[in-house]
Protein backbone atom coordinates (compact mmCIF):
# COMPACT_ATOMS: atom_id res chain seq x y z
CA UNK A 1 0.00 0.00 0.00
CA UNK A 2 1.43 3.06 -0.87
CA UNK A 3 1.53 6.73 0.71
CA UNK A 4 -1.38 7.83 -1.63
CA UNK A 5 -3.87 4.79 -0.03
CA UNK A 6 -2.36 5.60 3.68
CA UNK A 7 -3.58 8.99 3.07
CA UNK A 8 -7.16 8.20 1.47
CA UNK A 9 -7.51 5.84 4.47
CA UNK A 10 -6.86 8.08 7.19
CA UNK A 11 -9.01 11.21 5.85
CA UNK A 12 -11.36 8.94 5.52
CA UNK A 13 -10.89 7.66 8.98
CA UNK A 14 -11.06 11.37 10.26
CA UNK A 15 -14.94 12.12 9.06
CA UNK A 16 -16.10 8.74 10.34
CA UNK A 17 -15.10 8.53 13.55
CA UNK A 18 -17.04 11.87 14.88
CA UNK A 19 -20.01 10.81 12.70
CA UNK A 20 -20.14 7.57 14.69
CA UNK A 21 -19.47 9.40 17.83
CA UNK A 22 -22.32 11.70 17.02
CA UNK A 23 -24.48 9.00 16.42
CA UNK A 24 -23.72 7.09 19.75
CA UNK A 25 -24.06 10.40 21.59
CA UNK A 26 -27.80 10.86 20.52
CA UNK A 27 -29.57 7.66 20.84
CA UNK A 28 -31.24 7.68 24.01
CA UNK A 29 -31.31 5.29 26.87
CA UNK A 30 -33.12 3.35 27.38
CA UNK A 31 -34.34 2.18 30.95
CA UNK A 32 -34.54 -1.39 31.27
CA UNK A 33 -37.48 -3.21 32.98
CA UNK A 34 -37.92 -6.42 34.93
CA UNK A 35 -40.56 -8.05 36.53
CA UNK A 36 -39.91 -10.66 38.61
CA UNK A 37 -39.40 -11.74 42.81
CA UNK A 38 -36.95 -10.48 45.13
CA UNK A 39 -36.22 -10.19 48.88
CA UNK A 40 -36.79 -7.35 51.05
CA UNK A 41 -36.83 -6.51 54.35
CA UNK A 42 -38.98 -3.23 54.09
CA UNK A 43 -42.41 -3.61 54.97
CA UNK A 44 -43.43 -0.27 52.80
CA UNK A 45 -42.22 -2.13 49.66
CA UNK A 46 -44.68 -4.80 50.02
CA UNK A 47 -47.28 -2.34 51.17
CA UNK A 48 -46.58 -0.69 48.08
CA UNK A 49 -46.56 -3.35 45.58
CA UNK A 50 -49.36 -4.63 47.30
CA UNK A 51 -51.63 -1.39 46.35
CA UNK A 52 -50.60 -1.40 42.73
CA UNK A 53 -51.79 -4.27 42.08
CA UNK A 54 -54.80 -3.86 43.96
CA UNK A 55 -54.93 -0.61 41.78
CA UNK A 56 -54.52 -2.40 38.38
CA UNK A 57 -57.39 -5.54 39.55
CA UNK A 58 -60.24 -1.98 40.06
CA UNK A 59 -59.12 -1.09 37.12
CA UNK A 60 -59.47 -4.55 35.77
CA UNK A 61 -63.45 -4.56 36.82
CA UNK A 62 -63.56 -1.02 36.13
CA UNK A 63 -66.86 -1.86 32.81
CA UNK A 64 -68.31 -4.04 35.54
CA UNK A 65 -68.27 -1.18 38.25
CA UNK A 66 -69.84 0.91 35.66
CA UNK A 67 -72.91 -1.46 34.89
CA UNK A 68 -73.12 -2.04 38.44
CA UNK A 69 -72.84 0.71 39.97
CA UNK A 70 -74.92 3.89 37.91
CA UNK A 71 -77.81 4.24 36.01
CA UNK A 72 -76.22 2.24 32.95
CA UNK A 73 -78.16 -1.09 33.67
CA UNK A 74 -81.96 0.82 33.06
CA UNK A 75 -80.91 2.91 30.00
CA UNK A 76 -79.71 0.22 28.21
CA UNK A 77 -82.37 -2.42 29.03
CA UNK A 78 -85.31 0.56 28.20
CA UNK A 79 -83.39 1.51 24.53
CA UNK A 80 -83.40 -2.33 23.98
CA UNK A 81 -87.19 -2.31 24.58
CA UNK A 82 -87.72 0.68 22.70
CA UNK A 83 -86.05 -0.59 19.59
CA UNK A 84 -87.65 -4.26 20.12
CA UNK A 85 -91.17 -2.77 20.79
CA UNK A 86 -91.06 -1.22 17.40
CA UNK A 87 -90.29 -3.97 15.51
CA UNK A 88 -86.63 -3.62 14.37
CA UNK A 89 -84.24 -5.86 15.28
CA UNK A 90 -81.09 -4.38 13.85
CA UNK A 91 -81.63 -0.73 14.10
CA UNK A 92 -80.33 1.26 15.75
CA UNK A 93 -77.00 -0.93 16.16
CA UNK A 94 -75.99 -2.19 19.40
CA UNK A 95 -73.15 0.43 18.65
CA UNK A 96 -75.53 3.03 18.55
CA UNK A 97 -78.06 2.03 21.88
CA UNK A 98 -74.66 1.47 23.97
CA UNK A 99 -73.04 4.80 23.29
CA UNK A 100 -76.26 6.76 24.10
CA UNK A 101 -76.87 4.94 26.91
CA UNK A 102 -72.98 5.81 27.97
CA UNK A 103 -73.86 9.15 27.64
CA UNK A 104 -76.68 9.56 29.10
CA UNK A 105 -75.19 7.61 32.34
CA UNK A 106 -72.31 10.23 31.89
CA UNK A 107 -75.19 12.98 32.09
CA UNK A 108 -77.26 11.71 35.11
CA UNK A 109 -73.70 10.40 37.10
CA UNK A 110 -72.51 13.93 36.77
CA UNK A 111 -73.63 15.29 40.09
CA UNK A 112 -72.29 11.93 42.06
CA UNK A 113 -68.80 12.31 40.25
CA UNK A 114 -68.45 15.50 40.78
CA UNK A 115 -68.62 14.76 44.50
CA UNK A 116 -66.16 12.24 44.41
CA UNK A 117 -63.86 13.75 42.64
CA UNK A 118 -64.10 17.17 45.02
CA UNK A 119 -64.47 15.05 48.32
CA UNK A 120 -62.03 11.32 46.94
CA UNK A 121 -59.88 12.13 44.07
CA UNK A 122 -58.71 15.85 44.32
CA UNK A 123 -57.77 15.33 47.78
CA UNK A 124 -55.52 12.14 46.98
CA UNK A 125 -54.04 13.67 44.48
CA UNK A 126 -52.97 16.30 46.39
CA UNK A 127 -51.80 14.06 49.02
CA UNK A 128 -54.03 14.96 51.80
CA UNK A 129 -55.77 11.10 51.51
CA UNK A 130 -54.22 8.28 51.70
CA UNK A 131 -55.62 5.52 48.89
CA UNK A 132 -57.76 3.73 51.84
CA UNK A 133 -59.06 7.09 52.84
CA UNK A 134 -59.97 8.45 49.33
CA UNK A 135 -61.76 4.85 48.70
CA UNK A 136 -64.09 5.42 52.07
CA UNK A 137 -64.79 8.70 51.11
CA UNK A 138 -65.34 7.66 47.51
CA UNK A 139 -68.09 4.91 48.73
CA UNK A 140 -69.98 7.22 49.94
CA UNK A 141 -71.82 9.62 46.87
CA UNK A 142 -72.06 6.22 44.72
CA UNK A 143 -74.10 4.28 47.82
CA UNK A 144 -75.88 7.09 48.31
CA UNK A 145 -76.91 7.04 44.55
CA UNK A 146 -77.68 3.67 44.99
CA UNK A 147 -79.79 3.72 47.66
CA UNK A 148 -81.88 6.44 46.98
CA UNK A 149 -83.01 4.15 43.88
CA UNK A 150 -83.07 1.26 45.56
CA UNK A 151 -86.50 -0.76 46.67
CA UNK A 152 -86.72 -1.59 49.82
CA UNK A 153 -88.26 -5.07 49.16
CA UNK A 154 -84.89 -5.76 47.25
CA UNK A 155 -82.82 -4.28 49.87
CA UNK A 156 -84.38 -6.63 52.90
CA UNK A 157 -84.11 -9.67 50.49
CA UNK A 158 -80.11 -9.01 50.37
CA UNK A 159 -80.07 -8.03 53.90
CA UNK A 160 -81.68 -11.30 54.89
CA UNK A 161 -79.26 -13.07 52.63
CA UNK A 162 -76.39 -11.54 54.39
CA UNK A 163 -77.47 -12.41 57.60
CA UNK A 164 -77.89 -8.60 58.44
CA UNK A 165 -80.32 -8.88 61.59
CA UNK A 166 -81.01 -4.45 61.64
CA UNK A 167 -81.36 -2.39 58.62
CA UNK A 168 -77.96 0.26 59.13
CA UNK A 169 -79.91 3.63 59.64
CA UNK A 170 -77.65 5.24 56.57
CA UNK A 171 -76.54 3.94 53.02
CA UNK A 172 -73.44 4.59 53.80
CA UNK A 173 -73.60 1.64 56.23
CA UNK A 174 -75.08 -0.76 54.22
CA UNK A 175 -72.05 -3.36 52.51
CA UNK A 176 -71.33 -3.37 49.30
CA UNK A 177 -71.51 -6.44 48.62
CA UNK A 178 -75.38 -5.92 49.92
CA UNK A 179 -76.07 -2.67 48.35
CA UNK A 180 -74.97 -3.51 44.56
CA UNK A 181 -77.11 -6.48 43.97
CA UNK A 182 -80.51 -5.07 45.27
CA UNK A 183 -79.85 -2.10 43.66
CA UNK A 184 -79.30 -4.01 40.31
CA UNK A 185 -82.22 -6.05 40.48
CA UNK A 186 -84.42 -2.56 41.46
CA UNK A 187 -82.92 -0.93 38.20
CA UNK A 188 -84.33 -4.45 36.24
CA UNK A 189 -87.75 -4.02 37.68
CA UNK A 190 -87.75 -0.14 36.85
CA UNK A 191 -86.53 -0.87 33.13
CA UNK A 192 -89.07 -3.84 32.49
CA UNK A 193 -91.96 -1.72 33.61
CA UNK A 194 -91.11 1.30 31.39
CA UNK A 195 -90.33 -1.87 29.07
CA UNK A 196 -94.35 -3.21 29.55
CA UNK A 197 -95.38 0.49 29.01
CA UNK A 198 -93.22 1.26 25.64
CA UNK A 199 -95.07 -2.23 24.25
CA UNK A 200 -98.47 -1.61 24.75
CA UNK A 201 -99.26 1.05 21.85
CA UNK A 202 -97.05 -1.00 19.26
CA UNK A 203 -99.16 -4.37 20.93
CA UNK A 204 -102.70 -2.13 19.59
CA UNK A 205 -101.16 -1.37 16.42
CA UNK A 206 -100.02 -4.95 15.90
CA UNK A 207 -103.49 -6.05 16.57
CA UNK A 208 -105.39 -3.73 14.63
CA UNK A 209 -103.61 -4.28 11.25
CA UNK A 210 -104.45 -8.11 12.03
CA UNK A 211 -107.50 -8.03 12.34
CA UNK A 212 -107.60 -5.40 9.53
CA UNK A 213 -106.00 -8.10 6.98
CA UNK A 214 -108.44 -11.14 8.30
CA UNK A 215 -111.81 -9.31 7.87
CA UNK A 216 -110.24 -8.53 3.79
CA UNK A 217 -109.45 -12.41 3.63
CA UNK A 218 -105.68 -11.25 3.10
CA UNK A 219 -104.14 -14.17 5.01
CA UNK A 220 -101.15 -15.26 4.01
CA UNK A 221 -99.75 -11.76 3.93
CA UNK A 222 -97.73 -11.38 7.08
CA UNK A 223 -99.15 -8.62 9.66
CA UNK A 224 -95.73 -7.69 11.35
CA UNK A 225 -94.58 -6.49 7.54
CA UNK A 226 -97.59 -3.96 7.41
CA UNK A 227 -97.96 -2.82 11.01
CA UNK A 228 -94.04 -1.89 10.63
CA UNK A 229 -94.00 1.09 8.60
CA UNK A 230 -97.67 2.46 11.37
CA UNK A 231 -95.27 1.51 14.25
CA UNK A 232 -92.38 3.85 12.67
CA UNK A 233 -94.60 6.60 11.59
CA UNK A 234 -96.32 6.51 15.33
CA UNK A 235 -93.12 6.76 17.07
CA UNK A 236 -91.70 9.33 14.84
CA UNK A 237 -94.80 11.48 15.27
CA UNK A 238 -95.26 11.56 19.06
CA UNK A 239 -91.33 12.44 18.78
CA UNK A 240 -90.70 8.99 20.43
CA UNK A 241 -86.64 9.10 21.06
CA UNK A 242 -87.61 12.45 22.86
CA UNK A 243 -90.01 10.67 25.35
CA UNK A 244 -87.80 7.86 25.93
CA UNK A 245 -85.03 10.12 26.78
CA UNK A 246 -87.07 12.22 28.75
CA UNK A 247 -88.64 9.41 30.97
CA UNK A 248 -85.52 7.84 31.60
CA UNK A 249 -83.59 11.44 32.83
CA UNK A 250 -86.53 12.44 34.74
CA UNK A 251 -86.64 9.09 36.47
CA UNK A 252 -83.23 9.54 38.28
Avoid at 5 to 21: D, E, K, N, R, W
Avoid at 43 to 54: F, H, N
Wanted: net charge neutral.
Amino acid sequence: MNRRHIAYVLLLALFLIPLYCQISLGQPILPQIEIGWNNTDSPEQVAASLRILALITILSLAPALLIMTTSFVRIVVVLSFTRSAVGLQQSPPNQVLIGLALFLTFYVMAPTWSEVHQKALTPFMEGRLTFEEALTETEGPVKQFMGRHTRNEDLRLFLGAAEVTSRPAHYRDIPFHVLAPAFMVSELKTAFMMGFILYVPFLVIDMIVASTLMSMGMLMLPPVMISMPFKILLFVLVDGWNLVVKSLLTGF
